[in-house]
């Protein structure tokens, strides 16, 4: 099974959501089926087959993620991750801002999830190939 230094390696090759496409396909690779990212510090639990879970540490010191949504700046905000105009803390501090609690990445349907603090879904989209 995979590790969190093998996920972790992968995740420091890309510099901003432009990257995001290609880390994807080299999780895959290493046997990653899902993983969910909670926003307030960046603690991901990763799923690989037979059950297999495996949990990150997290990366930053607690994000208050604010009571409301704001799905208008939230894409807006995405948009520009995903062009490269920003790293990935600063998209977490963007997510907690417009009222977005975590995502869920699902590797056999290729998407993506955003959840708020209700789990209602704020927005999904399917990752490039």
């Known amino acids: 099974m995979f590790t969190i230094a093998q996920i972790e390696a992968a995740h420091d090759k890309i510099k901003s959501g432009a990257g995001f496409p290609s880390y994807i396909k080299e999780i895959k690779q290493l046997g ?11 603690c991901t639990n990763y799923f690989g087959a037979d059950d297999f879970i495996t949990s990150s540490l997290p990366k930053y010191t607690d994000l208050a993620i604010a009571d409301n949504v704001d799905n208008e700046k939230f894409a807006a905000y995405l948009k520009i991750h995903q062009q490269g105009e920003t790293d990935y803390y600063t998209f977490c501090t963007h997510c ?34």
Do not use: H, N, R
Not at 97 to 122: A, H, N, P, R, S
């Open 32 to 42: 990653v089926v899902a993983f969910e990212t909670l926003v307030k510090d960046s």
């Open 96 to 129: 907690a801002e417009t009222g977005v609690e975590k995502w869920i990445v699902l590797l056999d349907k290729m998407t993506c999830t955003y959840f708020d603090k209700e789990g209602k879904k704020v927005l999904e989209e399917k990752i490039p190939q």
